[in-house]
């Protein structure tokens, strides 16, 4: 699989588990361990659609402790098959990125329009590792350009969410990682060295993973711009709608 050097990447029916041998510098909404901190582990647990959020740090608490992950970790959780995940790396100007997305699309919604709603896992959760030192800020930044990029990719294929173009699911996540190697980079916007190697990673990953999920799912959601004939997904692993359980 590719990655960026030193970076490993496990994806399983189980999860999709991030490792480095030294901490990462991470900013993140992860459920577990989310905002600015330090990270040797990230991980994205597959969970049931229903998993109530309250036990989310003692689920992933105990997955970490079962795998012997090293510490510090942050966490993720999300209804979509982690075994479908999509992987991407770039490198443009002496940076590298990876990014590890997996795509639920069971509930998206369109921000500014979508009513307030209870939150579930069926989301589109993207992890991004950039092999450079980068600033708190530049993090940020790549924050926006991974959305810029995750909202274009829903809107060329078509997702529409409450009659407009969705822009996301409900409970999105995102991780933005540096490894603290190689160039110091201020900025993380899509056409800065950090931003556009990031962009292009995601763009790649999300493509893949967005076309991978509809051929799957096709007639078989509401909302979305293909017949509703019954049918089961057309791709192999997709049988039934991406939530965690069977309809």
Not at 46 to 60: S, T
């Amino acid at each position: 699989m590719a990655t960026i050097d030193g970076i490993d990447v496990e994806v399983s029916a189980e999860a999709v588990v991030v490792t480095a041998p030294a901490p990462l510098t991470v900013l993140s909404s992860a459920v577990a361990g989310g905002g600015l901190g330090r990270a040797r582990t990230i991980v994205n647990l597959h969970v049931d659609k229903n998993c109530p959020w309250e036990g989310a740090e003692v689920r992933l608490d105990a997955f970490a402790a079962r795998r012997d992950l090293p510490a510090p970790w942050v966490g993720l959780l999300t209804a979509a098959w982690t075994e479908h995940a999509r992987v991407a790396v770039e490198h443009a100007e002496g940076v590298g990125a990876l990014v590890v997305v997996t795509v639920g699309l069971s509930n998206p919604i369109a921000a500014g329009w979508s009513a307030a709603a209870g939150a579930l896992p069926g989301t589109i959760n993207t992890i991004a590792v950039v092999d450079a030192e980068l600033e708190p800020a530049a993090l940020v930044n790549l924050v926006i350009t991974l959305t810029e990029v995750k909202a274009l990719v829903l809107a060329e294929a078509g997702v529409v969410a409450d009659g407009r173009g969705a822009s996301g699911t409900s409970t999105d996540a995102v991780v933005v990682a540096a490894t603290g190697r190689g160039r110091a980079l201020r900025f993380g916007g899509p056409i800065s060295d950090a931003g556009w190697v990031v962009a292009r990673a995601a763009r790649t990953a999300l493509d893949d993973g967005v076309r991978q999920w509809l051929e799957g799912k096709r007639g078989t959601l509401p909302g979305f711009p293909y017949p509703q004939d019954g049918k089961r997904g057309t791709l192999p692993g997709f049988p039934y709608p991406q939530d965690g359980k069977k309809k």
